[in-house]
């Protein structure tokens, strides 16, 4: 199961890289960029299920208003269904977004 969340974050760090997706989104009067890669400071955490860094939190704090736009994405939507996916959010005290 590890693997396969390893693989789900390598695929989305390469598929956003190689595209260059971008998407605005606002949150509280501030506009956040939808970048899935900057998500990259969680991807220790999110292969092994270990703490996430400060970083990782705060990076998911930034884009909180795009989890559910990544999670929609049919492309690598999935990888943050997977068991260290959320002991990630739920280690960076985020509530699990309800799309």
């Known amino acids: 199961m590890e693997l396969t969340g390893a693989i ?3 695929f989305v760090i390469v ?13 509280e009067g501030v506009k956040v960029a939808c970048v899935p890669a900057e998500l990259k400071p969680c991807t220790p955490a999110g ?7 400060t970083e990782c939190c705060r990076k998911l704090k930034e884009q909180v208003s795009c989890l559910c736009s990544y ?4 492309a690598f939507g999935h990888c943050f269904q ?7 959010i739920a280690a960076c005290s985020i509530p699990y977004p309800t799309c």
């Not at 598929?15 to 949150?27: G, K, Q, R």
């Not at 999670?71 to 049919?74: A, G, L, Q, S, Y």
Request: aromatic share 2%; charged share 10%; proline share 9%.
């Open 15 to 27: 598929l956003v890289s190689s595209l260059a997706w971008t998407n605005a989104a606002v949150e």
């Open 82 to 88: 997977t068991p260290n996916a959320l002991k990630v």
């Open 71 to 74: 999670m929609k994405n049919p």
């Open 47 to 53: 292969r092994t299920g270990s703490n996430p860094s």
């Open 8 to 10: 789900c974050i390598s």
